[in-house]
């Protein structure tokens, strides 16, 4: 069974250019997560897609940060302009909608680099 | 947005040194995880523990859930070089939902 395809895996950028993050999630899985990982922290869930609804977005900086899932499959994750601080892992997880086991499987993560 | 605390944040040990990670929190969660990362890798789930009280071990890694279901522990007996790694707490947030939050981790290094 494939995991879960992040791309690109690294990535820099100068402050107040923008970037994109793209996630394919495990087949026939409903829910989508993203997460924002800072060197030696614990991720902090930014947005998550049942199928391509917006469940959760409350800690997405909507000033900057915007993702979608128009199909219910593959999501965007997309910061314009990006700023130091948003130098992070991006990581993107996926659920059934009703987890097994309460299983979230996670990409590797795209590790992004803002100077 | 319920939290939560892990402790410590950092920990340096010998090889064959016993050692415990608490994770801690105010709030109530249906169910808790433990993930293991390691550097260029997406977080790894080791455990899953549902039941307040509940007691699961993986060869050398012990995981307890608090009984309120507030809180938990990962003990490692023995610790080898292969442990290291930055270990996550995450609890899962009650209803359909399924949201997942996690812990500030504990970036554990076992020294041959």
């Known amino acids: 069974e494939a995991g879960v395809a992040q791309s690109p895996r690294y990535k820099i950028i100068e402050k107040r250019q923008s970037v994109a993050f793209w996630c394919n999630p495990i087949?026939?899985?409903?829910?989508l997560y993203w997460y924002q990982q800072i060197l030696g922290q614990g991720p902090k869930l930014l947005i998550q897609?049942?199928?391509?609804?917006?469940?959760?977005d409350s800690q997405l900086p909507k000033d900057r940060f915007s993702a979608e899932r128009l199909k219910g499959v593959d999501s965007t994750l997309k910061i314009q302009p990006a700023k130091l601080e948003d130098s992070a892992v991006y990581l993107c997880?996926?659920?059934?909608?009703?987890?097994?086991?309460?299983?979230?499987?996670f990409g590797e993560g795209s590790w992004l680099t803002v100077v | 947005t319920q939290l939560l605390e892990q402790s410590p944040q950092f920990l340096s040990i010998q090889e064959g040194e016993n050692l415990t990670v608490y994770c801690n929190s105010s709030?109530?969660?249906?169910?808790l995880q433990w993930y293991r990362q390691e550097p260029g890798e997406g977080p790894v789930l080791l455990v899953t523990?549902?039941?307040?009280?509940e007691v699961k071990k993986l060869k050398r890694l012990t995981f307890q859930f608090g009984d309120a279901r507030k809180d938990s522990s990962l003990h490692i007996t023995a610790a080898q070089p292969g442990d290291t790694g930055l270990y996550l707490c995450?609890?899962?947030?009650?209803?359909?939902?399924?949201?997942?939050?996690f812990g500030s981790g504990t970036q554990l290094t076992v020294l041959p």
């Open positions: 897609f049942q199928n391509n609804g917006v469940v959760d």
């Open positions: 995450a609890g899962f947030s009650s209803g359909s939902a399924r949201q997942l939050t």
């Open positions: 087949s026939g899985h409903a829910t």
């Open positions: 709030s109530v969660f249906s169910s």
């Open positions: 997880a996926s659920s059934p909608s009703f987890p097994v086991g309460n299983t979230i499987y």
């Open positions: 523990v549902v039941t307040g009280g």
